[in-house]
């Protein structure tokens, strides 16, 4: 969905200092260009264990379609070998359900992100002389929606002003992602993504679960919508009975490659 992530499989290597390898293999002129690293793992209590570097070379709690593409690469290549599987992250637990086309191949792909730690809600909070409308949620990890109202051009909107303003916002002591939505009927929404160590990605899974909540605790929407953004669409439902958000949407593996484990990016003058 344009939500580009490298990941390395650790069942039969290791990766040292991966923190290093985010920097260097995110950087898209001399690496291969991603919005972060994630290495794929064993798991002592769940079937497969994912680790998220971000570009700037920080850990990230979680990831929601890292969480749905790890299910992807973990059938594809045979590492769980069913297609309803637990993943573990420094968020938690987590759950993902595979649908499958006649052929076997994954289709669509549903990762259960599990009850919101709402922050607050529709609070005020003033970048750059303008006040956004505000939610902030964690998932393990920080996102903040802002509204714009619908008669705006959310395509034309300055994100890269505004997005690390509100990353960087003394609210979020450990910074946030940072999601600006608008409402285009009560079953659809739009949203564009400042993600937290990374900047703006054409998609954000847990950006979506985000604009779900609030629009929901603030009567903007339906308990289950479509989100778009740039790089595609993810379904979100919030099963408020059992205080569980999902995300349904496709993932794809791009290309496999190796890279060599003394490789610098750091070319002689």
């Known amino acids: 969905m344009g939500n580009c992530y490298v990941y390395i499989e650790q069942f039969t290597q290791t990766t040292p200092d991966p923190s290093r390898w985010a920097r260097v293999l995110s950087n898209r002129e001399t690496g291969v260009g991603s919005d972060g690293l994630v290495l794929v793992c064993p798991s002592d209590c769940a079937d497969i264990k994912m680790r998220v570097f971000n570009p700037d070379g920080t850990e990230a709690e979680m990831c929601g379609n890292i969480l749905r593409s790890i299910g992807l690469l973990a ?3 045979g ?6 599987m637990t993943v573990e992250t420094l968020a938690g637990l987590r759950r993902v359900w595979l649908i499958l086309d006649d052929r076997g191949r994954v289709k669509n792909i549903t990762g259960s992100v599990g009850a919101p730690d709402i922050r607050f809600v529709e ?8 006040t956004f409308p505000a ?5 393990g990890n920080p996102h903040t929606v802002s509204w714009l109202p619908p008669s705006e051009d959310l395509y034309a909107f300055p994100l890269h002003e505004y997005g690390p303003d509100m990353e960087r916002h003394p609210l979020f002591p450990n910074r946030t992602n940072a999601q600006f939505a608008q409402v285009i009927d009560e079953k659809t929404l739009l949203m564009r ?3 937290r160590g990374t900047g703006e990605t054409w998609a954000c899974g847990l950006g979506c679960c985000t604009a779900l909540v609030s629009g929901v605790l603030t009567g903007r929407c339906g308990d289950a919508v479509e989100v778009k953004q740039l790089g595609g669409s993810i379904h979100v439902k919030w099963d408020r009975m059992i205080n569980d958000v999902t995300m349904t949407g496709p993932s794809k593996i791009v290309f496999r490659g190796e890279v060599s484990d003394d490789y610098d990016p750091e070319f002689p003058a």
Not at 123 to 130: C, F, K, S
């Open 75 to 77: 059938y594809t290549d």
């Open 79 to 84: 590492y769980v070998q069913k297609t309803d």
């Open 123 to 130: 609070q005020p909070v003033t970048l750059r002389g303008r």
């Open 193 to 195: 993504t400042w993600e």
């Open 135 to 139: 939610t902030s949620v964690s998932w």
